[in-house]
């Protein structure tokens, strides 16, 4: 019990730190919408409406955390600890699957510094410092 009161608090504590940044043009859009879907193809469109990031220091260091609520994350320490944005599809038996990206827009965001991926711990290891 004492455990699940002290996480609870450790998320809320996160919780009143990270900031939402709105990406107005997406702010009404689902994260993901089957626009078309027939025997031959289907069409899914993504729009990110935004994102959470968090300031985080560590060893005299400031980074930003970014985040998206119940989205996963890339595992790979050290690199980038961005948002992963998964969906199942289903696809047939038979036949040949191809992926085409028919659009994307993209845009730089300037003078952050993304908080690398840390490498997993052990529930039974406590964390070194």
């Not at 504590?13 to 626009?35: C, G, T």
């Not at 990110?48 to 890339?74: A, H, P, R």
Request: glycine share 4%; net charge neutral.
């Amino acid at each position: 019990m004492k455990k699940i009161l002290i996480i609870i608090i450790i998320l809320i504590s996160i919780n009143l730190y990270a900031e939402w940044i709105e990406i107005p043009e997406n702010l009404h859009q689902p994260l993901f919408k089957k626009v078309d879907s027939n025997l031959k193809t289907t069409e899914i469109q993504f729009s990110l409406n935004g994102y959470e990031i968090v300031n985080v220091s560590e060893s005299g260091s400031n980074f930003q955390q970014i985040s998206y609520l119940n989205e996963g994350k890339f595992l790979e320490p050290g690199k980038p600890d961005l948002p992963r944005f998964t969906r199942l599809i289903s696809l047939p038996n038979e036949g040949r699957i191809s992926i085409e990206i028919t659009n994307y827009e993209e845009k730089v965001i300037s003078n952050i510094t993304v908080y690398p991926c840390q490498k997993l711990q052990s529930e039974s290891k406590p964390k070194n410092k």
